[in-house]
């Protein structure tokens, strides 16, 4: 089982300080440099040793989208039964080279690890404080930070990493930091987008969704909804809420759908930053606002802890068809 191991909780001022200092990169004022290069769907601008990709359209061909596969190949997760196959609070998961599946399930503080056609193998760790035991896990592996202000709709920094660059952005305007392994601001991600206002009838949509999916009481909805609208509240929507690669280190954006609260899409980027296109994900995928997904793309699938309609937590690994 090499390769998997469950982390405590701890600090995160250092990785949150080190987040601080690559973000000064975000003001740096880029001069003007030559004329950029243009295609049909994006533009690439060199200037001052900062390469500018601003994409206009879909880079994927008419007929070559990537699609994720209507059902899932493997399943993982039961209503009652075999208790190694009940989970409960997943919070993270990492598929291995020859198949085999790790889960974290916080509820048990183990390890449960299964065969490629999900069948149960083994357990590792336990609640304690002794070794080979966890007493609050919560990664399997280091999967980046989120921090989120208390601001309805305000802005949320997120980091994600590949092997030799860092990926920095702040979700109130599209346009994502590539730096590189000394910290030095490579490349910015743009998109052409037109921000959108917040007004009431977003507080009021945001609550009555919140309501919807079990976040609060229905007779309280109005005292809500005024409290929320008394409260900070941002001027424009997010354009995103989550950025993460994948094995072939493209950069998967969770674009922001309506008031944040139901399942977003992902645009993904090529490695030199280029819009390839938008995937829709299987639904039932939970968000939960400034925790990343239990998610793990690789180069042909997608590992990732979905919700029944039961609200039976499973984890699922589902194919993606690139064209």
């Given at each position: 089982?090499a390769?998997a191991?469950?982390e405590?909780?701890?600090s995160?001022?250092?990785?949150?300080?080190k987040l601080?200092?690559?973000?000064?990169a975000?003001?740096l004022a880029?001069?003007c440099?030559p004329?950029?290069?243009?295609?049909?769907?994006h533009?690439?601008v060199d200037?001052?040793?900062?390469?500018i990709v601003?994409?206009?359209?879909?880079?994927?061909?008419?007929g070559?989208?990537?699609t994720i596969a209507?059902?899932?190949e493997v399943v993982?997760?039961?209503?009652?039964?075999d208790?190694?196959y009940l989970l409960?609070?997943?919070?993270g998961?990492r598929r291995?080279?020859?198949g085999?599946i790790?889960?974290l399930d916080?509820?048990s503080?183990?390890?449960?690890?299964?065969?490629p056609?999900g069948?149960h193998?083994i357990?590792?760790g336990g609640?304690g404080?002794?070794?080979s035991?966890f007493?609050?896990p919560?990664?399997?592996?280091?999967?980046?930070?989120?921090i989120?202000?208390?601001?309805?709709?305000?802005?949320?920094s997120?980091?994600a990493s590949?092997?030799?660059?860092?990926y920095?952005a702040?979700s109130?305007v599209y346009s994502?930091q590539?730096?590189?392994?000394?910290g030095?601001l490579r490349?910015?991600?743009?998109?052409?987008?037109?921000?959108?206002?917040?007004?009431?009838?977003?507080i009021r949509?945001?609550?009555?969704?919140?309501?919807?999916?079990g976040?609060g009481?229905?007779e309280n909805l109005?005292?809500?909804i005024a409290?929320?609208?008394?409260?900070?509240?941002?001027?424009?929507m997010?354009?995103f809420?989550?950025?993460l690669?994948?094995?072939s280190e493209n950069?998967?954006?969770?674009?922001w759908?309506?008031?944040?609260v139901?399942?977003?899409?992902y645009?993904v980027?090529d490695?030199?930053?280029v819009?390839?296109?938008?995937v829709t994900m299987?639904?039932?995928?939970?968000?939960t606002?400034?925790r990343k997904?239990?998610?793990e793309i690789?180069e042909d699938?997608?590992?990732?802890?979905?919700t029944?309609?039961?609200?039976?937590e499973?984890?699922r690994?589902?194919?993606?068809d690139?064209g």
């Amino acid at each position: 089982m090499a390769g998997a191991k469950a982390e405590h909780r701890g600090s995160m001022s250092g990785s949150l300080s080190k987040l601080g200092l690559f973000s000064l990169a975000a003001g740096l004022a880029v001069a003007c440099g030559p004329e950029p290069t243009v295609s049909v769907r994006h533009t690439v601008v060199d200037s001052a040793g900062v390469t500018i990709v601003e994409s206009i359209a879909p880079g994927w061909p008419e007929g070559e989208e990537w699609t994720i596969a209507a059902e899932p190949e493997v399943v993982i997760g039961e209503v009652e039964g075999d208790e190694r196959y009940l989970l409960d609070d997943v919070h993270g998961m990492r598929r291995f080279p020859d198949g085999r599946i790790a889960i974290l399930d916080r509820g048990s503080s183990l390890v449960r690890v299964y065969d490629p056609a999900g069948r149960h193998l083994i357990d590792v760790g336990g609640p304690g404080e002794g070794p080979s035991e966890f007493s609050r896990p919560q990664h399997l592996e280091l999967v980046g930070n989120a921090i989120v202000r208390d601001v309805l709709f305000g802005a949320t920094s997120y980091v994600a990493s590949a092997a030799d660059r860092l990926y920095l952005a702040s979700s109130e305007v599209y346009s994502i930091q590539v730096l590189d392994e000394q910290g030095r601001l490579r490349r910015l991600i743009r998109r052409m987008t037109t921000p959108k206002a917040v007004a009431p009838d977003h507080i009021r949509r945001y609550v009555e969704q919140m309501v919807a999916a079990g976040a609060g009481d229905p007779e309280n909805l109005e005292p809500w909804i005024a409290r929320l609208a008394d409260g900070p509240v941002a001027e424009v929507m997010p354009e995103f809420r989550l950025i993460l690669t994948d094995a072939s280190e493209n950069l998967w954006v969770e674009d922001w759908d309506d008031v944040g609260v139901g399942q977003g899409g992902y645009s993904v980027f090529d490695p030199d930053g280029v819009w390839l296109g938008r995937v829709t994900m299987p639904p039932g995928l939970p968000w939960t606002r400034g925790r990343k997904p239990t998610m793990e793309i690789g180069e042909d699938y997608i590992l990732g802890t979905w919700t029944t309609d039961f609200g039976v937590e499973q984890v699922r690994l589902y194919r993606i068809d690139k064209g």
